[in-house]
């Protein structure tokens, strides 16, 4: 029954958390300092081929200096900056920061017993940091970061081994910062697997992931994994908030002909929701048996125990996290249709929408139709973790940013979320992607920007690394005073 005592009026509330987001390997560099070890982001090249690159049946997981550049090893020397950064953070006025614990710098090779103490005061240090200004600490446990042990030796997250170190890396984690840290996701993108399993599972083709069924078993090992990461939290703390975090990206059928409907919400079903589906209602849904079937994948062949199916409905996340940078087109009647080349997932171009200039096509209304459909599905709070714009920044003659391109992004995209509040959507918060510059995890370049705030460093690892406001900063931050009402 509907609430009408629960009314209220529109606009977003006043304990809504504004902030950003980065990933510890995007950032952090000191890849191999106090005691850390290599994860696969430090085994990636740096240029646009490195996904093709890493798709090759002769890739395989290793530290390789002379063959390829590694812009994660340096990132934008947060671990080195991070004070000065934060500081930044506060200035534009931030409630809250998502960051990622690299996985690497507390368990170096990913299954020791125990820690790596001096990696842990490090995110004692960065924490306490934040605290220091208010933010509050928005962590994500593991984010594109695996140790690159576990991708060598045991084959990624295909293996259930892989389980056990999780939940290990998990407690550590939540025992020593659950005290001073409310807000938690367990995976990032975990359903980006679907398209790219290099970065969220550490498959490549040379550890199995042409196998469909290496994906899926991978996915089944994430949730387990999760779930216990919820165990332990709530344990710890039956308020903490532990959510999943998912890649959504609204998708539209080309035109009306029934078989491209009816592809496109198959298409929703796989990639949109059925990693959440798990997740949130704590049981897989009844598409499974069909995505199975379309991909070839044997249930006999899959390690799935009554015990896990009991972990996953019994301990849920408390909330959606997600990424939204784009929508894409289904269309399966048309096989000449311009395909959306910039689009990491796929998909046709869509002639009513602008791109990016990575060729991302930019559809805020997107995000308030996105919104509404994970509201409507799961009635759970929705946390936008992800969104921005990709650009090539021009430091001017005054040394300036003027980046009103990059305010226009946001502004309409800010324009959708308010949209979806009024549409009765329960938004806990908005954390731009990559509020400062860092290294692209799509094409490990620093190029491609998406910052507040300009780091000078190219693609080449040249410059001075000195931090520069950029005009969206202060823009943002005039949207943080006013809750989000002068854009």
């Known amino acids: 029954m509907f609430d009408f005592e629960s009314l209220t009026t529109a606009g977003f509330s006043k304990d809504f958390l504004w902030g950003g987001a980065t990933a510890a390997n995007q950032l952090e560099g000191a890849w191999n300092q106090a005691?850390?070890?290599?994860?696969?982001?430090?085994?990636?090249?740096?240029?646009?081929?490195?996904?093709?690159?890493?798709?090759?049946?002769?890739?395989?997981?290793?530290?390789?200096?002379?063959?390829?550049?590694?812009?994660?090893?340096?990132?934008?020397?947060?671990?080195?900056?991070?004070?000065?950064?934060?500081?930044?953070?506060?200035?534009?006025?931030?409630?809250?920061?998502?960051?990622?614990?690299?996985?690497?710098?507390?368990?170096?090779q990913g299954d020791e017993t125990e820690p790596n103490e001096a990696g842990l005061e490090f995110y004692d240090h960065l924490i306490d940091e934040c605290l220091k200004y208010q933010i509050k600490p928005v962590i994500t446990i593991s984010h594109y970061e695996l140790?690159?042990?576990?991708?060598?030796?045991?084959?990624?997250?295909?293996?259930?081994?892989?389980?056990?170190?999780?939940?290990?890396?998990?407690?550590?984690?939540?025992?020593?910062?659950?005290?001073?840290?409310?807000?938690?996701?367990?995976?990032?993108?975990?359903?980006?697997?679907?398209?790219?399993?290099?970065?969220?599972?550490?498959?490549?083709?040379?550890?199995?992931?042409?196998?469909?069924?290496?994906?899926?078993?991978?996915?089944?090992?994430?949730?387990?994994?999760?779930?216990?990461?919820?165990?332990?939290?709530?344990?710890?703390?039956?308020?903490?908030?532990?959510?999943?975090?998912?890649?959504?990206?609204?998708?539209?059928?080309?035109?009306?002909?029934?078989?491209?409907?009816?592809?496109?919400?198959?298409?929703?079903?796989?990639?949109?929701?059925?990693?959440?589906?798990?997740?949130?209602?704590?049981?897989?849904?009844?598409?499974?048996?069909r995505m199975l079937r379309d991909h070839q994948v044997d249930p006999q062949k899959l390690e799935i125990t009554a015990e896990d199916l009991q972990l996953l409905k019994k301990y849920p996340v408390d909330y959606i996290g997600f990424s939204y940078y784009m929508s894409t087109v289904t269309d399966i009647t048309h096989q000449d249709a311009a395909k959306s080349a910039g689009n990491l997932i796929g998909g046709v171009?869509?002639?009513?929408?602008?791109?990016?200039?990575?060729?991302?096509?930019?559809?805020?209304?997107?995000?308030?139709?996105?919104?509404?459909?994970?509201?409507?599905?799961?009635?759970?709070?929705?946390?936008?973790?992800?969104?921005g714009l990709g650009a090539v920044d021009q430091l001017t003659a005054d040394g300036q940013i003027h980046d009103d391109y990059r305010i226009d992004y946001l502004r309409q995209h800010i324009q959708a979320m308010a949209g979806a509040v009024d549409d009765g959507v329960d938004l806990l918060g908005y954390t731009p992607w990559g509020c400062i510059d860092l290294v692209s995890a799509s094409t490990g370049q620093m190029s491609k920007r998406y910052g507040f705030i300009y780091v000078d460093l190219d693609d080449q690892g040249n410059g001075s690394l000195k931090r520069i406001p950029k005009d969206s900063f202060y823009w943002y931050q005039k949207v943080i005073q006013s809750n989000g009402s002068k854009l």
């Open 349 to 387: 171009s869509n002639p009513f929408l602008q791109t990016s200039d990575w060729g991302w096509q930019i559809d805020p209304t997107g995000l308030r139709i996105a919104l509404n459909q994970l509201y409507d599905r799961y009635q759970k709070p929705l946390f936008v973790v992800e969104n």
């Open 35 to 108: 005691g850390k070890g290599p994860s696969i982001a430090d085994a990636l090249p740096g240029g646009k081929q490195r996904f093709a690159i890493a798709s090759q049946a002769d890739f395989a997981w290793q530290i390789d200096e002379n063959k390829y550049r590694y812009p994660n090893h340096r990132g934008i020397e947060h671990y080195q900056h991070y004070k000065e950064d934060i500081k930044l953070f506060a200035e534009m006025g931030f409630k809250c920061y998502r960051f990622s614990i690299a996985w690497s710098r507390i368990f170096p």
């Open 147 to 289: 140790p690159l042990n576990l991708a060598k030796k045991y084959g990624g997250w295909k293996n259930r081994q892989l389980i056990k170190f999780y939940e290990r890396f998990a407690q550590v984690v939540l025992e020593r910062y659950y005290q001073k840290v409310h807000y938690w996701m367990t995976f990032n993108e975990i359903n980006s697997a679907f398209h790219f399993p290099v970065m969220g599972q550490g498959l490549v083709p040379s550890n199995g992931a042409q196998d469909f069924t290496n994906i899926v078993q991978a996915w089944h090992n994430q949730f387990v994994a999760s779930a216990l990461a919820v165990k332990i939290g709530h344990q710890l703390d039956p308020d903490l908030q532990i959510g999943c975090m998912i890649l959504y990206a609204t998708s539209y059928a080309y035109d009306a002909d029934p078989k491209n409907q009816l592809a496109n919400l198959q298409q929703m079903q796989d990639f949109n929701f059925f990693c959440a589906d798990v997740q949130v209602r704590g049981e897989y849904p009844a598409s499974t048996s």
